[in-house]
């Protein structure tokens, strides 16, 4: 099995999950989950078009050879060399 079936055999197995959870979440009749759940899959099904090679995600700079956006650091954090306030 490739990397990539691999990859691809987890995210089907949670997107099983997920649809279980979907289900449920309208037995229960949880209107604003679903809402944000929603939300949350269209932005997912987006990254996951393909050819989107010019968007500004991971892989993209990665393949363009630009530096990946570095993460703030965590709050409460002081990077070596700073001075604590």
Known sequence: MSNAEHIY????????????CIDRLHE???????????????????????????????????QRGRPQRRRAPARGLVRQGARAV
């Not at 055999?9 to 279980?20: E, F, G, K, L, Y």
């Not at 099904?45 to 050819?51: D, E, K, L, Q």
Request: hydrophobic share 35%; charged share 35%.
């Open 9 to 20: 055999s987890i995210a089907d197995d949670h997107a099983q999950t997920v649809q279980v």
């Open 28 to 62: 229960l009749g949880a209107n604003e989950q679903l809402k944000r759940l929603t939300g949350r899959l269209q932005e997912l099904a987006v990254r996951a078009t393909p050819g989107d090679d010019d968007k500004d995600t991971k892989a993209a700079r990665r």
